[in-house]
């Protein structure tokens, strides 16, 4: 059964990077998988595709501060240059079904 | 610009079946490699995928919610019904539908909460 498994939390100073991390379940390395963003009250947001080859589509509007890639089953996001509306809850999901439990972003 | 909303009833009582309605605009079901999904969300909770249907009709349930979902799609009408059985107070939750594309991406409507209570 595919899963996929995010750490609850994350932290990082303001304007530095953080690279946040979604492991699919063993076989499932092929997957692609989507990145969302959740800020206090708001709905989910779409950020990006990123492949199993490491190349990543980003959504409209994505600032390049964002970025996706990809190394065996483990999928990541960057943020760069971090900023107070990046504390947020991120979650993974792959294309269309599965969530991760999603990473709590606190930006210090 | 591809929009999604969702609507139903917010209130619903327990053992009641909810039927939420997402009424899209801006593509086509009928396009490939479109999909539709209902994903929701429990207050304070994480997001939960539910159910997703493909252009082709091909369709896609959470295997722990399976035997109480059914998703259906109207291509004329631009919509995408799903029904939820025998409610109960913890499926009380925002439920989303949410669009995706493999080469566009993945656009999210704004969300219904739902409330199931006697």
């Known amino acids: 059964q595919l899963v996929l498994t995010q750490s609850p939390s994350a932290s990082a100073s303001l304007g530095a990077s953080v690279k946040l991390t979604c492991t699919l379940s063993?076989?499932?390395?092929?997957?692609?998988i989507a990145w969302h963003q959740q800020q206090p009250q708001k709905g989910p947001r779409y950020l990006m595709k990123?492949?199993?080859?490491?190349?990543?589509s980003k959504g409209d509007g994505i600032p390049d501060r964002f970025s996706g890639s990809s190394s065996g089953t483990e999928r990541y996001l960057t943020i760069s240059s971090l900023q107070s509306e990046d504390e947020a809850d991120y979650y993974c999901?792959?294309?269309?079904?599965?969530f991760g439990g999603g990473t709590k972003l606190t930006v210090l | 610009q591809i929009t999604l909303k969702e609507s139903g009833p917010t209130l619903v009582k327990p053992t009641q079946t909810l039927t939420l309605t997402c009424t899209f605009s801006?593509?086509?079901?009928?396009?490939?490699?479109?999909?539709v999904a209902w994903i929701r969300q429990p207050p304070g909770k994480a997001l939960e995928w539910l159910a997703l249907?493909?252009?082709?009709?091909?369709?896609r349930y959470s295997p722990s919610l399976k035997s109480r979902l059914t998703i259906t799609k109207d291509t004329s009408k631009n919509q995408v019904v799903l029904t939820m059985t025998n409610m109960d107070p913890v499926d009380t939750a925002t439920y989303y539908c949410?669009?995706?594309?493999?080469?566009?991406?993945?656009?999210w409507g704004q969300g219904i909460l739902v409330t199931v209570s006697s």
């Open positions: 990123v492949n199993s080859d490491g190349s990543h």
């Open positions: 801006g593509f086509s079901l009928s396009t490939s490699g479109v999909g």
């Open positions: 249907i493909y252009w082709d009709d091909d369709k």
């Open positions: 063993s076989g499932h390395s092929s997957y692609a």
């Open positions: 999901q792959t294309w269309g079904t599965v």
């Open positions: 949410a669009h995706s594309n493999p080469n566009n991406g993945v656009t």
